[in-house]
């Protein structure tokens, strides 16, 4: 039977008014991992960084990336696309960078996602044991992508379970520190004080801790991902950005000052130390340290369920990230940039193709590092992590001056705040959070060259940490070029974006 040119068309269009802003903010605070966030980032800040000012650090990048998102919102009103920064970038600044953009925006939810399935399964072995970590992992695997292929409502409707029990959890455990007051009492000036927060420059404490607090709002963006099976993309995206970025932000920067209150401003990188080591190790188990607090202030049942929520949190995670992933490659297949058969979709909306390309790659991976006897967290977790937040920052500076670029050429009713002051603040934030996990790579992705003390010396990094950190600048320049130098004009691509 002949195919209608409607029905061909249905088949590379995702299933729309399926999400809500709530629906959205579920999959985007989910991707964000609060509660792994806390456990595995907040104490490394604390004892590497400002200590007690910490959670200074997490709320000055939360309001950098809130500047971040009014450009991001306005744009998203008028663009629509799954690959909402290779279209955003594509709009402002040609169809070649945002091809550039897009094999790296790819680079950046895939490495995610296999480092939070090398955390999953080391943390599920841990606990549970009976299997390997590559066990569990495959078999989160093999649930993710199963997920993945039902209509996107569903995967919503269970991160939303999920992330709620997680928030619930950190803001009881806060809650009740904060009432108490620990120790000393609130301090608000140790953890919030400008000069508090700066304390140690940028190249040397200070740095560490904004480098491990921009790397704890990775996933925040995916926001205009799905606004085409969103109900009204132009109302529905930039609400659920401000809601999605607003929550991370108060919710880290609450919680890490429960956990500085709970421990005390003055003690609490000696306590950090305290709670965290294993043989002698300091951080060797900074899970530790919030579910030592969690303890003492409400109960060791709470301490028992955040363990058990730590895993939740990762399975939300990695399953936000294949859709984050696999709309990017439909965006790609429906552009003309990859294969067009990853533009179909199938009887539920989703993007099949797509997603099943997105495990092959995630599992071949877990496989290679799994016969090649690599760690689970200090090589899959901390390499493709470190790799991820670096190329995720790198777009959104892109993003940024796309929007500058493409509001002077198309004026509109946005006003100026929306369109160049608060891009321009947050292109400034951005790039010098960029650097800072550039210089501080070794520390967050463990790839620091030899004799070489990183929490000293920025910058030293070994060849692997070179790779990692360089690679997401090099597919931007590989996909501008074989995209600048193709024969004939990609109308595919070009009409996907400017649609």
């Given at each position: 039977?002949?195919?209608?040119?409607?029905?061909?068309?249905?088949?590379?269009l995702?299933r729309?008014g399926?999400?809500?802003?709530?629906?959205?903010?579920?999959?985007?605070?989910?991707?964000?991992?609060p509660l792994v966030g806390?456990?595995?980032?907040?104490?490394?800040?604390i004892v590497?960084?400002?200590?007690?000012?910490a959670?200074?650090?997490?709320?000055?990048?939360?309001?950098t990336?809130?500047f971040?998102?009014?450009?991001?919102?306005a744009?998203?009103q008028?663009?629509?696309n799954?690959?909402?920064?290779?279209?955003?970038?594509g709009r402002?600044?040609g169809t070649?960078?945002?091809?550039?953009?897009?094999?790296?925006?790819?680079?950046?939810?895939?490495?995610?996602?296999?480092?939070?399935?090398?955390?999953?399964?080391?943390v599920?072995?841990?606990?549970?044991g009976v299997?390997?970590?590559w066990g569990?992992?495959?078999?989160?695997?093999?649930i993710?992508?199963?997920?993945?292929l039902l209509?996107?409502?569903?995967g919503?409707?269970?991160?939303?379970?999920?992330?709620?029990l997680e928030v619930?959890?950190?803001?009881?455990?806060a809650?009740?520190i904060?009432?108490?007051?620990?120790?000393?009492?609130?301090?608000f000036?140790?953890?919030f004080?400008?000069?508090?927060?700066?304390?140690?420059?940028?190249a040397?404490?200070a740095g560490?801790?904004?480098?491990?607090?921009?790397?704890?709002f990775i996933?925040f963006?995916?926001?205009?991902i799905y606004?085409?099976?969103?109900?009204d993309p132009?109302?529905?995206?930039?609400?659920?950005t401000?809601?999605?970025?607003?929550?991370?932000?108060?919710?880290f920067?609450?919680?890490?000052?429960?956990?500085?209150?709970g421990?005390g401003a003055?003690?609490?990188?000696d306590?950090?130390?305290?709670?965290s080591?294993?043989d002698?190790?300091?951080?060797?188990d900074?899970?530790?340290?919030?579910?030592?607090l969690?303890?003492?202030y409400?109960?060791p049942?709470m301490?028992t369920?955040?363990s058990i929520?730590?895993?939740?949190?990762l399975?939300?995670?990695?399953?936000?990230?294949?859709?984050?992933?696999?709309r990017y490659i439909?965006a790609?297949?429906r552009?003309?940039?990859?294969?067009?058969q990853?533009?179909?979709v199938?009887?539920?909306?989703?993007p099949a193709?797509?997603?099943i390309a997105t495990s092959v790659?995630t599992g071949?991976?877990?496989?290679?590092?799994a016969?090649?006897?690599l760690?689970?967290?200090?090589n899959?977790?901390?390499?493709?992590s470190?790799?991820a937040?670096?190329?995720?920052?790198?777009i959104e500076?892109?993003v940024?001056?796309?929007?500058?670029?493409?509001?002077?050429?198309n004026?509109?009713?946005?006003n100026?705040?929306q369109t160049?002051?608060a891009?321009?603040?947050?292109?400034?934030g951005?790039?010098?959070g960029?650097?800072?996990?550039?210089?501080r790579?070794?520390?967050?992705a463990?790839t620091v060259?030899e004799?070489?003390?990183?929490?000293?010396t920025?910058?030293?990094?070994?060849?692997l940490g070179?790779l990692?950190?360089?690679?997401?600048f090099v597919?931007?320049?590989?996909?501008?070029?074989?995209?600048?130098?193709?024969?004939?004009?990609?109308?595919a691509?070009?009409r996907?974006?400017?649609?």
């Amino acid at each position: 039977m002949a195919v209608t040119q409607n029905e061909a068309e249905s088949r590379t269009l995702l299933r729309t008014g399926r999400l809500g802003v709530i629906g959205i903010v579920f999959f985007v605070v989910a991707a964000a991992a609060p509660l792994v966030g806390m456990t595995g980032a907040v104490p490394v800040a604390i004892v590497l960084g400002t200590g007690a000012a910490a959670p200074g650090a997490y709320l000055v990048v939360g309001i950098t990336l809130l500047f971040f998102s009014v450009g991001y919102a306005a744009m998203s009103q008028r663009v629509t696309n799954a690959g909402a920064f290779f279209a955003y970038i594509g709009r402002g600044l040609g169809t070649h960078l945002g091809v550039g953009s897009a094999l790296t925006s790819v680079l950046a939810y895939v490495a995610i996602q296999l480092a939070i399935y090398g955390f999953f399964g080391a943390v599920v072995a841990g606990q549970v044991g009976v299997l390997p970590w590559w066990g569990w992992a495959l078999l989160a695997w093999a649930i993710v992508t199963a997920l993945s292929l039902l209509s996107v409502d569903v995967g919503a409707k269970l991160l939303g379970i999920l992330m709620l029990l997680e928030v619930a959890a950190l803001l009881v455990t806060a809650v009740a520190i904060l009432i108490d007051g620990g120790p000393e009492g609130l301090d608000f000036a140790a953890s919030f004080n400008p000069s508090a927060i700066l304390a140690g420059g940028l190249a040397g404490s200070a740095g560490i801790a904004f480098a491990f607090a921009f790397a704890s709002f990775i996933g925040f963006e995916a926001t205009a991902i799905y606004g085409e099976e969103s109900k009204d993309p132009k109302t529905i995206v930039p609400r659920a950005t401000y809601l999605a970025v607003g929550v991370i932000t108060v919710l880290f920067a609450v919680t890490a000052f429960a956990m500085v209150t709970g421990m005390g401003a003055s003690t609490v990188v000696d306590r950090t130390v305290e709670y965290s080591s294993i043989d002698g190790a300091p951080l060797a188990d900074p899970a530790a340290v919030l579910f030592t607090l969690a303890a003492d202030y409400v109960g060791p049942w709470m301490a028992t369920v955040m363990s058990i929520l730590v895993i939740s949190s990762l399975f939300a995670g990695l399953l936000a990230f294949q859709n984050a992933s696999g709309r990017y490659i439909f965006a790609l297949g429906r552009g003309g940039v990859l294969p067009k058969q990853f533009s179909r979709v199938n009887g539920r909306g989703a993007p099949a193709a797509a997603s099943i390309a997105t495990s092959v790659i995630t599992g071949a991976v877990i496989v290679v590092f799994a016969l090649f006897a690599l760690d689970p967290v200090t090589n899959l977790f901390f390499w493709f992590s470190g790799l991820a937040v670096v190329a995720i920052v790198l777009i959104e500076i892109l993003v940024c001056i796309a929007v500058i670029v493409f509001f002077a050429k198309n004026k509109g009713e946005e006003n100026a705040f929306q369109t160049v002051i608060a891009p321009v603040i947050a292109v400034v934030g951005l790039a010098l959070g960029e650097y800072l996990l550039m210089s501080r790579f070794g520390l967050l992705a463990g790839t620091v060259a030899e004799g070489v003390d990183p929490t000293v010396t920025p910058w030293g990094l070994n060849a692997l940490g070179w790779l990692l950190v360089l690679l997401p600048f090099v597919l931007v320049l590989v996909g501008f070029l074989l995209s600048r130098f193709q024969k004939t004009e990609n109308e595919a691509l070009v009409r996907d974006v400017l649609s």
